[in-house]
């Protein structure tokens, strides 16, 4: 699966890395505990993320929709903080999700398009056909918006080449 966890925001750190992006557009949200976004991503005007969180910690999740791909539908999960410092690049062709575990967290992340809604597309966080394993906090079921709590399965989604 290609993904990259970087420590350092330089563009000569994410070549050296292989992220060959531009990005084109920076979000910032601010969500409570418990909070699961995703898994989101676009089926046309793809977007790449490059992730990271500026205050507190989140489980970032990407899971593999290029069918061409050896990964296709494996997941990937990796501990954001503002402690770690850590950035997970998700390239275009991957959906994304993360989920909060600290009181708060203020999650950021730069884009390679434009967000398009009429292209939006969500897959459920709890399908078991991609299986991740969420570190639920004290195993509550996560806080959902209504876009996220209509999500369709695995198998019902769209997928890229």
């Known amino acids: 699966m290609h993904y990259v966890v970087v420590n350092l925001s330089q563009q000569k750190t994410f070549t050296d890395a292989g992220i060959d992006a531009v990005f084109v557009q ?5 969500s409570a505990q418990g909070t699961l976004r995703g898994l989101h ?3 046309k005007k793809s ?5 990271r969180v500026m205050a ?3 489980f970032d999740v990407a899971v593999d929709l290029r069918r061409s791909s050896e990964t296709f539908g494996q997941w990937t999960g990796e501990r954001l903080s503002a402690e770690n410092k850590k950035m997970l690049w998700v390239p275009p062709g991957f959906a994304h999700g993360f989920y909060v575990i ?10 390679t398009d ?8 969500s897959i459920r966080w709890d399908d078991p056909e991609v299986g991740i394993d969420w570190p639920l906090v004290n195993g509550k079921q996560p806080l959902l918006s209504d876009k996220d709590r209509s999500a369709i399965d695995f198998a019902g ?3 890229y080449p």
């Open 26 to 30: 920076d979000n910032h949200s601010l």
């Open 41 to 43: 991503y676009q089926i």
């Open 47 to 51: 977007q790449g993320k490059l992730v």
């Open 56 to 58: 507190g910690e989140v």
């Open 102 to 111: 600290s009181d708060r967290a203020e999650f950021i992340y730069k884009c």
């Open 114 to 121: 434009y967000y398009a809604p009429r292209y939006e597309r």
């Open 157 to 159: 989604a769209e997928y």
